[in-house]
């Protein structure tokens, strides 16, 4: 048999020979000529050591002298020439110990894997097929050379180019090679993701990538792609399919040209599908929102492979990224114009911070006169991002600020928790969608690494205590009504941009984030709690206007900043996967203290109509059953937009408004503002349904999700003994203590 070999590996081979060596063209090369394939590499292996390689060639580079290889350069092209060499005991899976020079062709070609890749030519010499390489060609099969087992055993990596092999071409694995892959498949745990992900790649490429099967039928995919063995044994019992999930992704493979964005997408886009399978009463399958789930188990599935970027061409301009927002940071180059963050800001808002501009291929979605975020009446409420699908409008992200401080031994990192984020972390982890998980995330949060955790349902109680006395004095002196509510940061600054007249009506009460984190301050500078510790404060929230609070002026105390940092939600999420927690399986630990407990008061804090149900209940003397059902049946709870209501207090009717959402807060002030209304009190939350549907919870949430995570709040409060902010004793015990004389000081705003 006569190969063609190029002019520069023959010169190679003939300068070896001419000095006493033996040389050969042997691997691939030789098995691509074979099958009239163009080789994408020529290599070469001899009898010559690395030195003596060295010594006839001008040109070398030292690539792997170790292992016996010397590129040789030749007119621009490298040629591997590596030295016979028997491999010692491969002890981790993947490498050999050791690496022993032979002057044996036989012991060199009998430690290579496939017996089409242990032939080695020679134009003068000929064909060296040792072990059947050429009839296993003439068969279309892939056999080891030698004991499969041992092979296997020796280089784990085997098992997936074996199927690789396969599928590139469309050869069929010889029995006893198949019956070692199902036997060794557990050891792809010594090789790492990026190594199995070129493989798969290279399979996925091929023109039968359909060959996966092959992968999945020995349990090699069982190891790094299960998600896919779930697809195979998932049905599809509707009329428009009529193979498995699985079956259904292997046929999408070979109609799609090879492109590997294409493969991967076609590998991944009903990923999703088992997770979500439900049966009908009929039989019939349905797989709704398959494409959510489907999406964020591809990044799982990509991050676990080392994929971490894929880098498409780009045509259009790329546009600066806007990070002026202390809450948000929108990214042009992201945005599909969709337009969802313009209804969402105009409709639901009422604000109209961004709008279409330019027409054409030109057009964008952007600030009126392209301003920065910060400088338009952006409210940070980041419903915008709630409702964009690309990410173009995202969280300003604090995460590596938090996991610095936790990383740094002098820092006391100290975390509160809002109401609302407990019913939104569940679902992510599989538990039952609005059930209060607070008892998992304080055990996630210890576990993390944060010293203390407190709840925000505690200083929510504060707030009751000192708002309803506000409101009471207001009444008392009939001035500044209505009160307006001060607890929501995004409709703070609705109020201080867009209705200045009425910033004496705002209540002077700080937050429950910036109350807890003022007063927890205030502790730690003892220094007894201090411990020659610094103490960093860090708010876990479900929105990111409360990122844009912490840094008001109105936020530092003594001009030390309260709120160090504040996580949404969301980030609290990429935190605990990040660190590998198994979340699901966490017990639940009860918060610490002293600030560790608040009434169910504080608990509905989160949900629209939480803040106004709390104060009624602190007007009252009387805390039973009946009283608090009454309360809670009196119009102060429910989904509208505006509600309305009157409730008697000491011979007097109380005129109430709670309002969620800025377009109907807006239609509220304006009421007020015509003479059209007059309420003593008015309670606005700037997302609709209140905290629970904050701009920093996990996205796609639907009419289910919403009602779930109201419901899971009210639970909550059901399940607390102490129904009222003034009967919680740790409140108690503060103002008999570290707040005496200190209220206004650290619970109260001079100024907006």
């Known amino acids: ?234 049905s599809q019992n509707t009329p428009h399919h009529c193979y498995t999930v699985g079956e259904h992704i292997l046929h999408s493979l070979c109609h799609v040209r090879a492109d590997k964005v294409l493969r991967i997408t076609m590998l991944l886009h009903d990923i999703g599908k088992p997770v979500v399978r439900k049966t009908d009463e009929n039989g019939r399958d349905h797989f709704k929102m398959h494409g959510i789930a489907g999406e964020k188990m591809a990044a799982q599935i990509l991050r676990r492979l080392g994929v971490q970027t894929i880098r498409f061409k780009n045509t259009r301009e790329y546009h600066e990224l806007d990070t002026s927002s202390p809450s948000l940071v929108r990214d042009p180059n992201k945005c599909i114009l969709c337009g969802n963050c313009v209804r969402a800001c105009e409709e639901l808002q009422g604000i109209g911070a961004l709008g279409f501009a330019f027409r054409g291929t030109e057009a964008m979605v952007m600030p009126a006169f392209n301003k920065k975020i910060a400088e338009t009446e952006c409210v940070n409420c980041g419903q915008c991002r709630v409702y964009c699908p690309t990410g173009a409008i995202a969280i300003k992200t604090h995460m590596d600020e938090a996991w610095e401080a936790l990383a740094d031994p002098n820092i006391r990192v100290v975390a509160q928790i809002a109401p609302a984020v407990r019913v939104a972390v569940g679902d992510h982890y599989g538990l039952t969608k609005g059930k209060s998980v607070m008892g998992k995330i304080v055990n996630a949060l210890h576990r993390m690494g944060f010293d203390e955790v407190y709840d925000t349902s505690f200083s929510a109680d504060l707030t009751i205590m000192e708002e309803s006395a506000e409101f009471l004095d207001r009444i008392k002196k009939g001035e500044k009504l209505p009160l307006l509510t001060s607890c929501c940061p995004a409709w703070v600054k609705f109020i201080t941009d867009q209705y200045k007249e009425y910033i004496p009506n705002l209540s002077t009460c700080r937050s429950p984030q910036g109350m807890l984190s003022a007063v927890i301050k205030e502790y730690f500078r003892d220094p007894e709690h201090a411990g020659g510790k610094k103490t960093v404060m860090i708010s876990i929230m479900p929105c990111t206007a409360k990122k844009a609070e912490a840094v008001r002026p109105n936020s530092f105390t003594d001009g030390e900043q309260d709120t160090d940092i504040v996580i949404t939600t969301t980030e609290l999420l990429r935190m605990i996967d990040n660190f590998g927690l198994d979340f699901a399986t966490l017990d639940p630990e009860a918060c610490d203290m002293p600030f560790g407990f608040g009434s169910g008061g504080g608990v509905i804090f989160g949900v629209t109509g939480g803040v106004t149900e709390a104060v009624l209940r602190r007007l009252t003397p009387d805390h039973s059953k009946e009283t608090m059902h009454e309360i809670a049946e009196c119009g102060v709870r429910g989904d509208e937009g505006i509600k309305e209501f009157t409730v008697p207090y000491e011979g007097m009717n109380l005129n109430i408004c709670v309002a969620s959402g800025l377009a109907n807060a807006r239609t509220v002030m304006e009421q007020v503002k015509n003479g059209e209304k007059e309420y003593h009190l008015i309670e606005i939350m700037a997302c609709r349904r209140g905290c629970i549907m904050g701009g920093g919870q996990p996205t796609r949430s639907g009419d289910r999700t919403k009602a779930l995570r109201a419901k899971g709040l009210y639970n909550a409060d059901n399940t607390t003994i102490i129904k009222k902010s003034d009967e919680n004793p740790l409140v108690l015990e503060l103002y008999n203590g570290l707040l005496k004389g200190k209220e206004h000081h650290l619970l109260h705003n001079d100024s907006y």
């Not at 002019?7 to 691939?28: F, P, Q, R, S």
């Not at 010692?88 to 290579?112: C, I, N, Q, W």
């Not at 199927?163 to 010594?190: C, D, M, W, Y």
């Not at 020995?218 to 063995?229: K, M, Q, R, W, Y």
């Open 1 to 234: 048999m006569i190969l063609e070999i190029p002019k520069n590996a023959e010169t190679i081979l003939h300068i070896l020979e001419k000095a006493g060596y033996e040389a050969y063209v042997v691997g691939g090369c030789v098995r691509d000529s074979i099958l009239g394939r163009s080789p994408d590499d020529w290599d070469i292996t001899t009898s010559a050591k690395p030195e003596q390689v060295k010594a006839l060639f001008h040109r070398t580079v030292d690539t792997g002298l170790q292992h016996g290889t010397v590129t040789v350069l030749m007119e621009k092209e490298g040629y591997e020439v590596t030295t016979y060499r028997v491999d010692g005991e491969y002890e981790d899976g993947r490498h050999p110990k050791e690496v022993t020079f032979t002057a044996s062709l036989k012991e060199d070609l009998k430690r290579r894997d496939f017996t089409i890749n242990a032939m080695a030519y020679n134009p003068s010499s000929g064909l060296v097929d040792l072990f059947g390489g050429l009839e296993d060609i003439e068969r279309k099969i892939i056999r080891c050379v030698g004991n499969p087992l041992e092979r296997f055993t020796e280089d784990a990596l085997r098992i997936m180019r074996a199927v690789r092999f396969s599928a590139q071409l469309g050869f069929a694995i010889e029995e006893e090679t198949r019956k070692a892959l199902k036997v060794l498949a557990p050891n792809l745990k010594h090789v790492s993701a990026e190594r199995i992900q070129v493989e798969l790649v290279k399979l996925l490429m091929s023109p039968h990538p359909d060959y996966l099967r092959v992968a999945y039928e020995a349990g090699i995919t069982a190891e790094f792609l299960p998600e896919f063995d779930a697809c195979m044994t998932t």
